[in-house]
Nanobody
Framework: VQLQASGGGLVQAGGSLRVSCAAS????????MAWFRQAPGKERDFVAA????????GYADSVKGRFTISRDNAKNTVYLQMNSLKPEDTAVYYC????????????????WGQGTQVTVSS
């Protein structure tokens, strides 16, 4: 599985941004796609994940109500719509994939994209 993240950029606090992750290779109904983020000097944190079948979705508490993860099966693409952005959302956002159940554990994901920078100015 190859993952290509895109859509990052610079946005003011309170604004919105959508990042995308295009997947190629073996994506099936048992796949799980996730977004993680890593700020400078910090660990990589879970943001959101969904099962490709659509039966399960999970969010980090810090983004609930502001971020929405979704997928386009026809395009093999996962999106992360980010609204009401805050400066603390500034990070490199990575998409990841695995087979199995939705989990927030980064070590459980086998495939990673290259990351896209999201910067939120105050």
């Amino acid at each position: 599985v190859q993952l290509q993240a895109s859509g990052g950029g610079l946005v003011q606090a309170g604004g919105s941004l959508r990042v995308s992750c295009a997947a190629s290779g073996r994506i099936s109904s048992s796949s799980v796609m996730a977004w993680f983020r890593q700020a400078p000097g910090k660990e990589r944190d879970f943001v959101a994940a969904l099962s490709w079948s659509g039966g399960s979705i999970g969010y980090a508490d810090s983004v609930k109500g502001r971020f929405t993860i979704s997928r386009d099966n026809a395009k093999n693409t996962v999106y992360l719509q980010m609204n009401s952005l805050k400066p603390e959302d500034t990070a490199v956002y990575y998409c990841a994939a695995r087979t199995g159940v939705v989990t927030s554990n980064a070590n459980a994901y086998d495939y990673w994209g290259q990351g896209t920078q999201v910067t939120v100015s105050s």
